[in-house]
Antibody, heavy 119, light 111 residues
Framework: QVQLMESGGGVVQPGRSLRLSCVAS????????MHWVRQAPGKGLEWVAV????????YYTDSVKGRFTISRDNSKNTLYLQFNSLRVEDTAVYYC????????????WGQGTVVTVSS | NFMLTQPHSVSESPGKTVTISCTRD????????VQWYQQRPGSSPTTVIY?????PSGVPDRFSGSIDSSSNSASLTISGLKTEDEADYYC??????????FGGGTKLTVL
C-alpha cells in the first residue's frame, strides 16, 4: 500500500548536523512533490519545506532557510532533510508528506521521526 | 503570509454535531483550497477534507467542509459524533508564494 517511512531522528547537540530520510513505497515517487512538516512538543503543525517531483524547485519556511536542505533521490524513492546548525527550537517530530489532491494539500503522511536538540 | 485562526478547543456529546471554524486574517478564503487534517493522540495526521469540501475515500460522510466568504472562514462539521472522533483537527491552506500555512489546531473532546 501507499506508505512513507521516516528515519534518522535522534538526540543531537545544538549547532550539530543531522539528516532525515523518508522512504516511499506503493506509488510512483517521481510523480509527486514532497514536503517536510514538523510538530514541536505539545504544539501544532508547521510546514518546513517542499521539493518538486523532479527536484527542480525547493522552498523553505523562513526560520529554516540557510540551515535546512531538502533533497530527493528518485532512483531510491527517498526524500531527505539535511539539518545544519540545529537549534533547541528545532526539536520536533518531523513528518514527510506527499503533495496530493492538488498543489495545495498533503494527502499521505509518514509516521514521523523525533529530533531532539539538547546539550 | 496570512494566518489561519482556529478555536483552541471544542467539546460536544456523542451523537451531536460540532463545527470547527478556521478564519483567514488576510486575503480571501476562497483564493486557495482549504484542507482539514485529523490527528489522534500519538498518531500522524490524516486528511479528512481536501479542496474545501471533498472527502477522501474511507472518510465517513459525517465529515463535511465548507467555506464562507462573508466571514472569510472555513468550517469542518462533524455530525453524529463518536468517541473515536476525539482528536486534534488542523485546517491548512496554500499561500501563493510557495509556502503552506496551518491553523493552530482545535482539540475536539467528545464527552
Amino acid at each position: 500500500q501507499v506508505q512513507l517511512m521516516e528515519s534518522g531522528g535522534g538526540v543531537v547537540q545544538p549547532g550539530r548536523s543531522l539528516r532525515l530520510s523518508c522512504v516511499a513505497s506503493g506509488f510512483s515517487f517521481n510523480n509527486y512533490g514532497m514536503h517536510w512538516v514538523r510538530q514541536a512538543p505539545g504544539k501544532g503543525l508547521e510546514w518546513v519545506a517542499v521539493i518538486w517531483s523532479d527536484g527542480s524547485n525547493k522552498y523553505y519556511t523562513d526560520s529554516v532557510k540557510g540551515r535546512f536542505t531538502i533533497s530527493r533521490d528518485n532512483s531510491k524513492n527517498t526524500l531527505y532533510l539535511q539539518f545544519n546548525s540545529l537549534r533547541v527550537e528545532d526539536t520536533a517530530v518531523y513528518y514527510c508528506a506527499r503533495a496530493g489532491y492538488s498543489h495545495d494539500a498533503f494527502d499521505i503522511w509518514g509516521q514521523g521521526t523525533v529530533v531532539t536538540v539538547s546539550s | 503570509n496570512f494566518m489561519l485562526t482556529q478555536p483552541h478547543s471544542v467539546s460536544e456529546s456523542p451523537g451531536k454535531t460540532v463545527t470547527i471554524s478556521c478564519t483567514r486574517d488576510s486575503g480571501t478564503i476562497a483564493s486557495n483550497y482549504v484542507q482539514w487534517y485529523q490527528q489522534r493522540p500519538g498518531s500522524s495526521p490524516t486528511t479528512v477534507i481536501y479542496e474545501d469540501d471533498q472527502r477522501p475515500s474511507g472518510v465517513p460522510d459525517r465529515f463535511s467542509g465548507s467555506i464562507d466568504s462573508s466571514s472569510n472562514s472555513a468550517s469542518l462539521t462533524i455530525s453524529g459524533l463518536k468517541t473515536e472522533d476525539e482528536a486534534d483537527y488542523y485546517c491548512q491552506s496554500y499561500a501563493s508564494n510557495n509556502h503552506w500555512v496551518f491553523g493552530g489546531g482545535t482539540k475536539l473532546t467528545v464527552l
